[in-house]
T-cell receptor
Framework: DGGITQSPKYLFRKEGQNVTLSCEQNLNHDAMYWYRQDPGQGLRLIYYSQIVNDFQKGDIAEGYSVSREKKESFPLTVTSAQKNPTAFYLC???????????FGPGTRLTVL | GNSVTQMEGPVTLSEEAFLTINCTYTATGYPSLFWYVQYPGEGLQLLLKATKADDKGSNKGFEATYRKETTSFHLEKGSVQVSDSAVYFCALIQAINYGGSQGNLIFGKGTKLSVKP
């Protein structure tokens, strides 16, 4: 089955620690995205990548970093510089930028 | 800039009631329009889409028509079920050659629907 996987589903970290969220897709999509979802605020774009070894900042990139070394993988690191990291994080992909996006199941990060 | 405005929820309906969730947008040119649905604790699923004016997207009994004259894409369903309880997001993708969001999804804030038996 083709799709997008995110792991883990729930993640707990202590304040001040960096944490990396996994996103893998086997849809052969060129473009991948990371969103943050907070209650009542919809989804906000953190980073996106149109192609391997290239990525751009979205609307709320501060305190986050990404890499795109492989077409299938787009991990997101939440750094200690992110002031309020507790949120639901969603990864998505599309055949290319501008096409409809397909979403993973999400990772709920709680910073204690 | 580009934006999407949805009616605020929560919306509570009885089973078999008629559903309308309003969505209007601001964008340059001719964006593609989408409705996504999110069930509790899950990611987003594409419900339906429309890529040009007067197109009607439909899926699972839901419909929405791309109205350029009113810049709207309202979601409707004739008879809701308890299983339709979820959060619904309206979204647009700005055409890349119009710049701005560079072809990224712009979301509304979501509308929570609860259907009671």
């Amino acid at each position: 089955d083709g799709g997008i996987t995110q792991s883990p589903k729930y993640l707990f970290r202590k304040e001040g620690q960096n944490v990396t969220l996994s996103c893998e897709q086997n849809l052969n999509h060129d473009a991948m995205y990371w969103y943050r979802q907070d209650p009542g605020q919809g989804l906000r774009l953190i980073y996106y990548s149109q192609i391997v070894n290239d990525f751009q900042k979205g609307d709320i990139a501060e305190g986050y970093s990404v890499s795109r070394e492989k077409k299938e993988s787009f991990p997101l690191t939440v750094t200690s510089a992110q002031k309020n990291p507790t949120a639901f994080y969603l990864c998505a992909s599309s055949t290319r930028q501008g096409e409809e996006q397909f979403f993973g199941p999400g990772t709920r990060l709680t910073v204690l | 800039g580009n934006s999407v405005t949805q009616m605020e929820g929560p919306v509570t309906l009885s089973e078999e009631a008629f559903l309308t969730i309003n969505c209007t947008y601001t964008a340059t040119g001719y964006p593609s329009l989408f409705w996504y649905v999110q069930y509790p604790g899950e990611g987003l699923q594409l419900l339906l889409k429309a890529t040009k004016a007067d197109d009607k997207g439909s899926n699972k009994g839901f419909e929405a028509t791309y109205r350029k004259e009113t810049t709207s894409f309202h979601l409707e369903k004739g008879s809701v079920q308890v299983s339709d309880s979820a959060v619904y997001f309206c979204a647009l993708i700005q055409a890349i050659n119009y710049g701005g969001s560079q072809g990224n999804l712009i979301f509304g804030k979501g509308t929570k629907l609860s259907v009671k038996p």
